[in-house]
């Protein structure tokens, strides 16, 4: 029997969503040893109807009694809460914008679920991710997915070797219909279910109410670059940069600028508390041509020589743009200077690096 055809026993990372839905579909069809595990990663209030726990339970467990393979769930909220949540708190209290999902791959699911999935006897883990792993010589490579409207290897980057060595994404070859056309042909029952949107532990709720649970908010003024003082915010941690909707400012104008243009949130002036706003999305000040980022991490362990050329992404979805990698004031730092102007760069979420169809790595924009 060859390596591409040999018969393994995998976990899959069942969240009761259609993707994964298919992933276990998938092996199961090849022949594999497949069993599914629910990861319950938020314990505080999900008795209420924001956090949809028991709802995504019931539906994994629906698909593992279809597919006629085991079941069970684990609870990771402890790690969870100790690992993703404290970071995302603290960034937000020191005026970044986090991106938890990042964070949640890299510690729970490419980690402590890893760990937990081969103490008990799995050779690989499965998830639905929308991404691609290639090996050549032994070396692994993150490509991303086929589907360039889902592609999700933006939030894979901090996956090394080891972790690429033990995962797979099924799903990464296909497009999102036809991911959701298997599942309607073979009766899955979360073939028409809605895609999950925003931060798992926040759901549907209000982003203002959930975070003033945790953080104390301060008020403030929202101010024009020039001092003018035109509205007032509730706390910065509610506003990310490149915002435009629920500022709360959108009949006003500044004697400084044109009337009629709406309102965009530039800065954040963390020890004065306040927000710098300004006119129209052609404004100077929302755009930037570099960035500085630490925390890097590279895909294939090693760092690529520098000045570097490549492409890269500030936030999900975005279309690659042409840049340089350079040096920066150690090994974990970096300057990232691209050909054109970056609308909105915002400190705490991450930039991504890509080769063609290669994710090289990245870090955490400062």
């Not at 579909?25 to 599914?36: F, G, M």
């Not at 969870?80 to 510690?107: Q, S």
């Not at 073939?191 to 109410?209: A, Q, V």
């Not at 052609?282 to 590279?298: E, F, G, I, N």
Request: hydrophobic fraction near 35%; glycine fraction near 8%.
């Amino acid at each position: 029997m060859t390596q591409e055809n040999k018969i393994l026993s995998i976990v899959v990372g069942l969240s009761g969503g259609v993707d994964s839905s298919v992933t276990a579909l998938l092996l199961k069809q090849q022949h594999h040893n497949v069993s599914a595990i629910f990861m319950k990663n938020w314990n505080e209030d999900d008795d209420n109807d924001y956090c949809p726990a028991e709802e995504d339970f019931a539906d994994a467990q629906s698909i593992s009694a279809e597919l006629e393979i085991p079941f069970h769930g684990v609870n990771f909220a402890p790690e969870y809460w100790d690992k993703v949540f404290t970071y995302f708190l603290e960034e937000y209290k020191a005026g970044r914008t986090p991106n938890p999902d990042i964070l949640c791959n890299k510690e729970i699911k490419f980690n402590v679920f890893l760990d937990y999935a081969l103490s008990q006897g799995a050779e690989k883990i499965a998830t639905g991710h929308y991404a691609r792993v290639r090996e050549q010589n032994g070396q692994f490579f993150l490509l991303k997915g086929k589907d360039n409207n889902k592609d999700q290897s933006y939030f894979l980057y901090t996956l090394g070797q080891y972790p690429l060595s033990k995962t797979l994404f099924p799903i990464g070859e296909l497009d999102k219909s036809e991911v959701r056309q298997l599942a309607e042909q073979y009766h899955l029952a979360t073939w028409d279910k809605k895609d999950s949107t925003g931060i798992c532990f926040i759901g549907e709720r209000d982003f203002k109410k959930f975070l003033s649970q945790y953080l104390p908010a301060k008020s403030g003024d929202m101010v024009t670059p020039e001092g003018e003082i035109v509205g007032q915010h509730q706390g910065l941690m509610y506003h990310t940069l490149g915002q435009r909707k629920g500022l709360g400012i959108g009949g006003r104008n500044a004697t400084s600028n044109k009337a009629g243009q709406p309102w965009f949130a530039a800065q954040k002036e963390v020890q004065k508390n306040q927000l710098i706003v300004v006119q129209g999305k052609d404004h100077p000040l929302l755009y930037s041509q570099q960035l500085h980022a630490s925390k890097l991490h590279w895909v294939s362990g090693q760092a690529p020589k520098l000045p570097f050329r490549c492409t890269a992404k500030t936030r999900y979805r975005q279309a690659d743009q042409d840049c340089i990698i350079h040096s920066g004031e150690n090994q974990d730092t970096c300057m990232v200077k691209f050909d054109t102007a970056q609308f909105a760069i915002t400190p705490g979420q991450s930039v991504v690096f890509y080769q063609d169809e290669i994710c090289l790595g990245g870090g955490i924009i400062n």
